[in-house]
């Protein structure tokens, strides 16, 4: 019998370019989602698939959107749009227009082109004017966006009237980032004959109201990975080595910046909770270790965020310090430690930053910094998620470097003001956590806030603070 994850053996045969390319990048055989998605894509039925985070599922609509509109009887004109992508992030649509690239250029025929905020949106208008794009890419901000811009020379609604593919990437993630009224206006522009696809880590309630209301009576494909039960339902990766260490408040900083010190030349994401604290402990990792190359990536970045986006991904080492704009669907190259200084807000979102390493079939960590009186939380992710997790002991003799923030906040005023804003910020994050009987905010003998004040520099009576 034919091995059917091969790609030769799909009924419907792939392009030969399509092929070549796809042993050009070294993708032998399908994933899971992909031998189970595509087939039917391509036969025109809608879908809506769930698949562990790393699985591949990029390609599972790439592949069928190259064939459906290579095969069309009729050649798309430059600003004719033929199928749509929307995605939550723009690191997320930088990352699949690059995928599509690396096919495209074979097609000549096929424009593409990429609508995300931090670019200007006059200048987007004059580039597809220029060079079309019949596969758009975009973040569903700057889509609706474009979508309104009538007097600027495109009128993008009739462009669209040829669609033949949409495709949600994230779903789940497009809802919780408050993008349904967006999606709404975008899906009212569009032909209601159409292929859509809808592609999740994780099936909501909202995703399955986004189901009924723009899907067509779609197959529902729920992959689990090799090695998982069929009837289990653990979210992460089965190649992920998953840890948990715990520490006091007053020496949690200290073990991030050993652990970091002792695997200098790996790759890392370390993951925190707020925009602020990304700021403050990103200015404070570099000055503390050396020789590593550290960049800092947040949603209330503009301009910065495509290039640190772009220079993080060819580095071979790194750190980059972030917030859970990265936890979703990013494919950085050879993440060797997911480090999370704070747990995140949600079982689902811990999931989704694990996801960044261990992908398609590779082996990956992910470590999660816990105080004692947080050690509910590996329980809760045990029963909540599946979630196997070990423990990872404290490492020894791990350098007090709290005296040299104190004397980096002393020195340097806008070091002090970062960690104040870190400080604000992190005690409201922390309040909002959905596991409130673990995360207790109220609780002073179980949170010790003024621990954190002091490892953030940013205690009331600081250097900086005027008298009142």
Known sequence: MADCSVW????????????????????????PVQSATIPLFMSNKDIAAEAVTGSGKTLAFVIPILEILLKREEKLKKLQVG????????ELAIQIDEVLRQFTVHFPQLSQILFIGGSNPIEDVEKFKKQGGNIVVGTPGRLEDMFRRHSDGVDLPSCVKTLEVLVLDEADRLLEMGFEASLNTILGFLPKQRRTGLFSATQTQEVESLVRAGLRNPVRITVKEKGVAADSTQKTPVQLHNYYMTSRADVKFNQLVAFLRRHKQEKHLVFFSTCACVEYYGTALDAL????QIMCIHGKMKHKRNKIFTEFRQLQSGILVC???????????EVDWVLQYDPPSSASAFVHRCGRTARIGHHGNA?????????AYVNFLSINQKCPIEEMKPLKDSADVLPKLKKLAVSDRAVFEKGMKAFVSFVQSYAKHECSLIFRIKDPALLPLGKYSNLLGSKVSGPHTSPR
């Not at 199928?83 to 723009?90: C, F, K, M, S, Y």
């Not at 990265?326 to 190259?333: E, F, K």
């Not at 470590?367 to 050690?375: D, G």
């Open 8 to 31: 030769e053996s799909l009924a419907t045969g792939l392009h030969p370019r399509v092929l070549q390319t796809l042993r050009e990048l070294r993708f032998t055989h399908m994933t």
């Open 323 to 333: 917030t859970d704009v990265m936890a979703r669907g990013i494919d950085i190259p």
């Open 367 to 375: 470590l999660v910094f816990l105080l004692p009186m947080e050690m």
């Open 83 to 90: 199928a749509l992508i929307i995605t939550p992030t723009r």
């Open 289 to 292: 270790v050396k020789n590593v």
